[in-house]
Nanobody, 128 residues
């Protein structure tokens, strides 16, 4: 059974940094597309960053140059390093995985992009 568990959320001031982690289990980690998504109440879910099974990476325009996605295949952990945080980055952040045969890099441009598996989320709050 696939299981994704996020950690690392919290409250920081604008300009600060956080690193989110997602521990994955129950599947062949390296062959899946993995990504981070976020959502605030009343808004569509946004793909923040994804890393495809071939290593291709895509970021939402709103986080380019500030966020970095990476994964440790040996430990089955996905990371999201978030720097220069802004109040508008405040959201629930979700880790997700997809078995799809097609590239998932479109996830950062298509709202509410479907993935096969989701974590429960970790809350990030940025104060001004």
């Amino acid at each position: 059974q696939v299981h994704l568990e996020e950690s690392g959320g919290g409250s920081v001031q604008a300009g600060g940094s956080l690193r989110l982690s997602c521990a994955a289990s129950g599947y062949t980690y390296s062959s899946y597309c993995m990504g981070w998504f976020r959502q605030t109440p009343g808004k569509e879910r946004e793909g923040v960053a994804v890393i495809d099974s071939d290593g291709s990476i895509s970021y939402a325009d709103s986080v380019k140059g500030r966020f970095t996605i990476s994964k440790d295949n040996a430990k089955n952990i996905l990371y999201l390093q978030m720097n220069s945080l802004k109040p508008e980055d405040t959201a629930m952040y979700y880790c997700a995985a997809d078995r799809g045969l097609l590239s998932c890099t479109a996830a950062t441009t298509v709202p509410n992009y479907g993935m096969d598996y989701w974590g429960k989320g970790t809350l990030v709050t940025i104060s001004s």
